[in-house]
């Protein structure tokens, strides 16, 4: 199986912030990346797909990089809505994973 | 619009079986693999099983920590998912979702979760 390490687990920052997310693989993956947004009591939803794809409806703010092993998340302009909880996910191989999360909080 | 919506969960005892379903609506289901995500109470996510459209011949995939328990199946002409859940252990309570799944992209659209409870 592909071990994912994301880091940091918890994101203290004010609005308007650049923000990163960083995930890191135990192989390497391409660009068979995904990131998601989950907020508490909903269910996640899909942000970015291999690596840097925004998907349709997401803001611009949002964009990711990387391919590989090192992948990275950034919100330019954090907002209010963004206060969340972000995942990556591997979907290179079998077991497909999720890394560990990251909570985004208000400072 | 798409939507996808689980069914089935509850309270079960450990040893127990469940089976949850996904009903899904809004596009032609028979296309597309659906996989299987959990979440237990406070935690994170967790990848349980995929399983893929007819036309790759329909076959699964599952996490270590549910193969040989859990079965992943679909009926094409209900559009409609199922997870049975066999053997229940108290780690296997979670919020299960069931997502639509391709490989561009994975897990495009996901459904409200069904809370399922393991416990004497």
């Known amino acids: 199986a592909i071990w994912m390490t994301q880091s940091p687990s918890l994101l203290s920052a004010s609005t308007g912030d650049r923000v990163t997310i960083s995930c890191r693989m135990s192989?390497?993956?391409?660009?068979?990346l995904a990131w998601y947004q989950q907020k508490p009591g909903k269910a996640p939803e899909l942000l970015i797909y291999?690596?840097?794809t925004l998907q349709s409806g997401v803001p611009s703010r949002f964009s990711g990089s990387g391919s590989g092993t090192d992948f990275t998340l950034t919100i330019s302009c954090l907002q209010s809505e963004d206060f969340a909880t972000y995942y990556c996910?591997?979907?290179?191989?079998?077991?497909?994973?999720f890394g560990q999360g990251t909570k985004v909080e208000i400072k | 619009e798409v939507q996808l919506v689980e069914s089935g969960g509850g309270l079960v005892q450990p040893g127990r079986s469940l089976r949850l379903s996904c009903t899904a609506s809004g596009f032609t289901f028979g296309d597309y693999a659906m996989s299987w995500v959990r979440q237990a109470p406070g935690k994170g996510l967790e990848w349980v099983g995929f399983i893929r459209s007819k036309a790759y011949g329909g076959t699964t995939e599952y996490a270590a920590s549910v193969k040989g328990r859990f079965t992943i199946s679909r009926d094409d002409s209900k559009s409609i998912a199922y997870l049975q859940m066999n053997s229940l252990k108290t780690e296997d309570t979670a919020v299960y979702y069931c997502t639509r799944s391709s490989s561009v992209p994975p897990n495009d659209y996901w459904g409200q979760g069904t809370l399922v409870t393991v416990s004497s």
């Open positions: 291999a690596a840097s």
């Open positions: 996910q591997q979907y290179y191989s079998f077991p497909w994973t």
């Open positions: 192989q390497g993956i391409s660009s068979y």
